[in-house]
């Protein structure tokens, strides 16, 4: 399976951008791309996915390199909700080798005042 | 919908008992998923289904059990408890078409 390389933690000041990087230099063709976040003790929650073109949506946007190896999730705005453990993930779309997502450590993402 | 329903949300155990953590979706998801996290620690995964009748075991399967009877429901039982079971433990849920898991709000045990 493709690993995933994050920073252990980032700061950002409250109503900047925070862009979070993430090295999956081994992805395959047909692996996706998949952030999550996990605030405080809750269950992680699914934020934005992609392949090869960048995506947005009302959480985020993610940018992935044209050769994907690597991938930045920006929080266009960030509040102090923001402050996270965020997780970059490498998988299939579906197929068996979708139920065994594997999460590594993450970024602890620090939003300040 | 109410999502990934996860009981109990607490429990204490004493070492060598058995019990079952309950998952229940009401999204008909085919993928089910079963995670442990110890303190200060990224999510494990445990136990994994992609359908009915199909389970898998994923990176620390030693000591759990689980079953896919049900679209709906994907059990996590425990059969001797120890105390390196002492663990928040979370059930997740799928479509499997690439729109990400969604997460129960966790299982917070202790194996005393």
């Known amino acids: 399976d493709a690993k995933t390389t994050q920073p252990p933690s980032m700061d950002c000041a409250e109503g900047r951008a925070a862009n979070l990087p993430c090295n999956h230099s081994?992805?395959?063709?047909?692996?996706?791309v998949y952030w999550y976040r996990q605030i405080h003790s809750q269950g992680p929650q699914y934020i934005i996915h992609?392949?090869?073109n960048n995506e947005t949506n009302e959480m985020a946007s993610l940018i992935i390199t044209e050769d994907r190896k690597s991938s930045t999730l920006i929080l266009p705005h960030a509040t102090l909700r923001d402050t996270a453990v965020y997780y970059c993930?490498?998988?299939?779309?579906?197929?068996?080798?979708?139920?065994?997502?594997?999460f590594g450590q993450g970024t602890i993402l620090t939003v300040h005042p | 919908n109410a999502g990934v329903t996860q009981t109990p949300k607490f429990q204490v155990l004493k070492t060598g008992q058995s019990m079952t953590l309950q998952c229940a979706q009401d999204m008909n998801h085919e993928y089910m998923s079963w995670y442990r996290q110890d303190p200060g620690m990224g999510l494990r995964l445990i136990h994994y289904s992609v359908g009915a009748g199909i389970t898998d075991q994923g990176e620390v399967p030693n000591g759990y059990n689980v079953s896919r009877s049900t679209t709906e429901d994907f059990p996590l039982r425990l059969l001797s408890a120890a105390p390196s079971q002492t663990s928040v433990y979370f059930c997740?849920?799928?479509?499997?078409?690439?729109?990400?898991?969604?997460f129960g709000s966790g299982t917070r045990l202790t194996v005393v």
């Open positions: 992609g392949l090869k």
């Open positions: 997740a849920s799928s479509k499997g078409t690439g729109d990400g898991y969604t």
């Open positions: 081994t992805i395959s063709g047909n692996e996706y």
């Open positions: 993930i490498v998988g299939p779309r579906g197929g068996t080798s979708y139920g065994k997502l594997t």
